[in-house]
């Protein structure tokens, strides 16, 4: 694969996130990793930084040499258009995701036709991650230390005061 975007909310990233990352940037020469908004959600995180948490974990991976992180507005079918990627990668955990991932993928492409989405299944370590449920047991004083690096951890517990 050429050129590839992984489009999320990353509110904030999760190690489940990160792999995702690092797998889809074995797959493709170019990976752009998008924070996107997601209307049903308010995030927690302002865009800028989400995006900073996701730079920070990429470099501390050393994956930053095919790795562009980026925020879009908008449509996520628009956004890739105008980046001239065709392929977007998103991860699923059970069924639920698919079934979300493949009405979106549906609705991409009947956007921009172009596009076909590649899902892959998340790493069973990671499975049972995801940023809401961060961000609830953090809410509750709970222990989050396996959820994501520990930038991403001090900056939850932060906002949480
Ligand atoms: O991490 P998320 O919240 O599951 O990511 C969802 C996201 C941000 C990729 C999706 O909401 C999105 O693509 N937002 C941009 C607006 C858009 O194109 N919406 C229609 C999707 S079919």
């Not at 879009?72 to 639920?96: N, P, Q, S, T």
């Not at 998340?122 to 049972?128: E, F, Q, T």
Request: hydrophobic residues 45%.
């Amino acid at each position: 694969m050429k050129s590839a975007i992984y489009p999320g909310s990353f509110d904030p990233c999760t190690y489940g996130h990160l792999n995702i990352i690092q797998r889809a940037a074995q797959l493709t020469d170019k990976l752009v990793v998008a924070v996107m908004r997601n209307s049903d959600k308010a995030p927690l995180f302002s865009v800028e930084e989400r995006v900073e948490l996701l730079q920070h974990a990429i470099d501390d991976m050393n994956l930053s040499e095919n790795i562009e992180v980026v925020s879009g507005d908008g449509l996520l079918a628009e956004f890739a258009r105008g980046l001239d990627i065709c392929v977007i990668i998103k991860g699923i955990r059970d069924a639920g995701d698919l079934q979300y991932e493949q009405q979106m993928a549906l609705v991409n492409q009947a956007i921009n036709p172009e596009l076909t989405t590649v899902l892959l299944p998340a790493d069973i370590k990671w499975v049972h991650f995801s940023s809401r449920l961060f961000k609830e047991v953090a809410h509750y004083g709970g222990n989050v230390a396996h959820f994501a690096p520990n930038y991403v951890v001090q900056a939850v517990e932060h906002k949480m005061k």
